[in-house]
């Protein structure tokens, strides 16, 4: 299997310093209607939810996987950049704000469920391969999306995924 992995740490798209000494996301704005963007809005049925899902750009399919507040709003300020070179997903992780559950969540099988639910966006959006990004515990769905999806990552960028515990020297 060959398959780009990136663990990120950091990464620092559109911000910039403040005079207090912290940093604010600087949001790209979109040059888009809001017409347009009504269009890019829509929702795939998956087994036991209805996915919310938003498309905005054309290029390579990147898919954006929120952590753990589980909504795809926190993408927002990265989307008008990113939508420059990529057709870039957002969605709500299923029983979060717009993804409505059709029952109760599979809290023993989450981590498959999430990963089979990007490999449908991903069926759903592109014959080919996506790279698929994730954050915080998003990032451990993509890493989870490609050992059982190989066939559907490009490339994976996991952005500061929760698994110190793994590390050699974990216990330090």
């Known amino acids: 299997m ?21 940093y604010q996301v600087e949001e790209q704005p979109l040059d888009i209607s809001d017409e347009e963007w009504n269009k890019n809005m829509s929702t795939l049925t998956v087994p036991g939810a209805q ?35 990529y057709q870039v997903v957002t969605y709500d992780r299923r029983g979060f704000s717009r993804s409505e559950l059709d029952g109760p969540q599979d809290y023993d099988h989450r981590l498959d469920t999430d990963a089979d639910d990007v490999r449908r966006l991903i069926e759903e959006l592109t014959d080919k391969p996506a790279i698929v990004f994730g954050n915080s515990s998003g ?3 993509a890493l989870e999306v490609l050992i059982r999806f190989p066939q559907w990552v490009d490339t994976v960028v996991a952005h500061e995924p929760p698994v110190v515990n793994l590390l050699p020297d974990a216990t330090k």
Do not use: C, H, W
């Open 51 to 85: 996915l919310y899902f938003e498309v905005i750009g054309d290029g390579p399919l990147l898919i954006m996987i929120p952590g753990a507040a589980g909504t795809g709003e926190v993408f927002r300020p990265l989307i008008g950049p990113l939508a420059e070179q």
């Open 2 to 22: 060959n398959k780009k992995v990136i663990i990120a740490i950091a990464v620092i798209i559109g911000y910039r310093s403040t005079d207090e000494r912290t």
């Open 139 to 141: 990032a451990i769905v």
